[in-house]
Structures are given as structure tokens and as C-alpha cells.
């Protein structure tokens, strides 16, 4: 899924970006096994004011019910 525009300021300079804490990149796992597969969780931005478009699963698919 790609983001096309910002719903603020309508910059069309849409950038990927991975959300880290420190040195880890912050995962997703499934609330009833957190002890299973994740996923990494990255994000688009926009260039222009920062706005934060959305946060996407990399590997949905990964993650174990
Ligand atoms: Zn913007």
C-alpha cells in the first residue's frame, strides 16, 4: 500500500520510514502470543510538514494468531 498526498498540506513527497526505538525496530506480535513471530511496523510520512500518514505491518502474514 502506498500513501499518494498528504491529507494536510497536499505535499505529494510521501516517504517511507521504519519506526525504531534506539537500535530495534519496533515489531508487531500478536496480542495472544507474544512469544510468536512479528512483524516489523514501518510508517509514510510526509516530506514537507512531518505529518504522519499511517502505520503498516510489513509482514501481516508473519504474525502467528
Ligand atoms: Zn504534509
Known amino acids: 500500500m502506498k500513501e499518494k498526498e498528504c491529507p494536510k498540506c497536499h505535499n505529494s513527497q510521501i516517504e517511507k520510514g521504519m519506526i525504531r526505538s534506539g537500535n530495534a525496530v519496533v515489531q ?3 496480542y495472544n ?33
Not at 33 to 62: D, K, Q, T
Open 28 to 30: 508487531m506480535f500478536s
Open 33 to 65: 502470543n507474544a512469544r510468536s513471530l512479528s512483524s516489523p511496523i514501518s510508517s509514510y510520512y510526509c516530506s514537507n510538514c512531518g505529518y504522519v500518514l499511517g502505520l503498516y505491518v510489513e509482514n501481516p502474514g508473519n504474525i502467528e494468531k
